[in-house]
């Protein structure tokens, strides 16, 4: 197997989804920034032109980061990061799917229209600088939602540490870098993303 990596949050997901599991995947590195990603041949390997993708050993392309993660989850089942039952695994995928669609989306899509503006506007089409702020905005009004969800558990699962901490982790760690740090009163939130950060495979 090959990864085809980049900067990005993205990739980080993937990549310390794999180090959690002890998985060795020799990477290969795009620019992104001079928008490798949406020429030949990268955007003839994965159509939509985003990062990362995984090459297996007989050609096969996986795109899109939790699909990846489902895929190396089966190959190597342990240790278990999305479930070793139908009921963690449905457990995990609820609130991965929650935090993609709550967090996920309007953080990235907000960024992209304001800070991130100049980089993708030539590239794919942008809602407005205003719209972007608003995104922005209903990121923060789902972290404060999820961090009441929270509570006093050690991770989003409850005990367990899953695919949906790395996928929020890696996330907000990028979102502090351009200026959506969690909320102020979120502090089950920053003390959940205190421990994480402290785990070895953040720095894959």
């Known amino acids: ?16 989804f794999a180090a959690e599991k002890g998985i060795d995947l020799p990477k290969q590195d795009i620019d992104l920034l001079k928008g490798e990603n949406r020429q030949p041949p990268y955007n003839t390997i994965n159509v939509t032109g985003t990062t990362p993708a995984l090459v297996l050993d007989n050609g096969q392309v996986i795109c899109e980061i939790t699909t990846i993660s489902e895929y190396l ?34 953080l990235t899509n907000g960024f992209r229209a304001t800070e991130g503006r100049a980089l993708f506007e030539p590239r794919i089409k942008l809602v407005s600088k205003e719209a972007g702020q608003e995104l922005k905005g209903l990121a923060q009004d789902k972290l404060a939602w999820l961090d009441g969800q929270l509570g006093a558990k050690q991770y989003i699962c409850g005990d367990r540490f899953t695919l949906a901490d790395i996928l929020l982790f890696c996330f907000i760690a990028f979102a502090k870098q ?17 421990r994480v950060g402290q785990r070895p495979s953040v720095k894959a």
């Open 1 to 16: 197997m090959k990864l085809i990596n980049s900067i990005g949050p993205n990739p980080h997901v993937v990549r310390m």
């Open 73 to 106: 989850e089966e190959k190597h089942p342990t240790p278990a990061l999305i479930g070793s039952t139908p009921e963690e695994r449905a457990e995990t995928r609820m609130w991965t799917r929650r935090i993609d669609l709550g967090v996920l989306e309007p």
């Open 178 to 194: 351009v200026g959506q740090d969690l909320p102020a009163d979120a502090k089950n939130l920053r003390a959940w993303f205190e």
